[in-house]
């Protein structure tokens, strides 16, 4: 292995160390809920992907990248708090259609509001002069993320350039 190599890996293994010790604070990944609701954060996801407008349980759970049965477990407690509503497609009414409620749109707000206070908290903790290079670069791997095959993990989806690295 090259020095080169060997660098990278060690910057990639850092890379994965950090995201994973900011996204599980990001991401509220406690059994408190979402910023002290009674949500999981997918559930917050349910209401961001409902946020921009109407959808089908079959775009929601493609959306969210989980089975249809998986997005109805999701948005039934969701439906019971009156966050969301579902009503009938009046195209095909074998389609449920999703839509938040204001309750909804008003909890979705809130944690919004609480998630931004977070990150700018978390910024102000950077020194003030890496705080650009710091959101340049976030915005870098969260581009070249969406050139990636989504599966990164499952070893028969994944791209070639990185067939050749075994688990």
Request: aromatic letters at 4%; one cysteine or more; hydrophobic letters at 40%.
């Amino acid at each position: 292995m090259s020095q080169a190599t060997a660098k990278h890996q060690g910057l990639g293994a850092e890379l994965h160390l950090a995201l994973r010790s900011l996204l599980r604070r990001c991401l509220w990944l406690d059994r408190a809920g979402c910023c002290g609701f009674p949500l999981s954060p997918v559930q917050y996801q349910v209401l961001e992907a409902l946020a921009r407008g109407p959808l089908s349980m079959q775009t929601l759970s493609q959306r969210l990248s989980v089975a249809p049965s998986t997005a109805t477990r999701l948005v039934e407690p969701l439906a019971r708090s009156k966050w969301l509503e579902r009503k009938p497609s009046p195209a095909d009414r074998r389609v449920w259609m999703l839509s938040l409620r204001p309750e909804g749109e008003a909890l979705r707000d809130q944690i919004q509001k609480i998630s931004l206070g977070w990150i700018e908290a978390l910024l102000e903790a950077v020194p003030e002069r890496r705080r650009p290079s710091v959101v340049r670069a976030l915005k870098d791997l969260a581009q070249a993320s969406a050139t990636l095959d989504q599966s990164c993990c499952v070893p028969s989806s994944q791209p070639k350039r990185f067939a050749e690295v075994k688990p």
